[in-house]
T-cell receptor, first 112, second 114 residues
């Protein structure tokens, strides 16, 4: 049961433009959402998170938007840089449940 | 400060064998979680331990077991290996077990079962 879905396996954008990575979920009990970034041969690293009581959280070039009615969240990276090229995982958790669910990831390539 | 360290980095085993993977959390972190990442998929939760007690278990067979030591390091054991156990095994540590706690991942152990 894939409760967190990232339907785009890959995304390519030009340096300086906006990158938009999308994530959908099916479990309405999820109340906390996170984005992780993964470079080859490294473990995922935390990028940004959002609680279900908010609809937007911003940290520098990274903004996460949450649409609870649509069960959809997105990560915006503006402006995109070549160093942002990595696999991005969307993750979600439910209160009092340690089973954090991850999407399959989206490989972002930022071209110089 | 050292991050989460995992050993070994790579491992090759044959079907039916047993394997032990090791993880040292970030200093001060008392919670350790284990994840399995199969190629092309996201990490899948296996276990979480906090203060040496199991606090969560994912949908994995009993062949998978883990433990946490007094120094908060952890081991993941997999018995009777199957070809499908081939994956990247990730360990993550956090200060607490709250579900809004961000995880700090190690680089993983790549297990190949032949």
């Amino acid at each position: 049961d894939q409760q967190v879905k990232q339907n785009s396996p890959s995304l390519s954008v030009q340096e300086g433009r906006i990158s938009i990575l999308n994530c959908d979920y099916t479990n309405s009990m999820f109340d906390y959402f996170l984005w992780y970034k993964k470079y080859p041969a490294e473990g995922p690293t935390f990028l940004i998170s959002i609680s279900s009581i908010k609809d937007k959280n911003e940290d520098g070039r990274f903004t996460v938007f949450l649409n609870k009615s649509a069960k959809h969240l997105s990560l915006h990276i503006v402006p995109s840089q070549p160093g942002d090229s990595a696999v991005y995982f969307c993750a979600a958790s439910e209160y009092n449940n340690n089973d954090m669910r991850f999407g399959a990831g989206t490989r972002l390539t930022v071209k110089p | 400060d050292a991050g989460v360290t995992q050993s070994p980095t790579h491992l090759i085993k044959t079907r039916g064998q047993q394997v032990t993977l090791r993880c040292s959390p970030i200093s001060g972190h008392k919670s350790v979680s284990w994840y399995q990442q199969v190629l092309g998929q996201g990490p899948q939760f296996i276990f979480q331990y906090y203060e040496k007690e199991e606090r969560g278990r994912g949908n994995f067979p009993d062949r998978f077991s883990a433990r946490q030591f007094p120094n908060y390091s952890s081991e993941l054991n997999v018995n009777a290996l199957l070809l499908g156990d081939s994956a990247l095994y990730l360990c993550a540590s956090s200060l607490r077990t709250a579900t809004n706690e961000k995880l700090f991942f190690g680089s993983g152990t790549q297990l190949s079962v032949l």
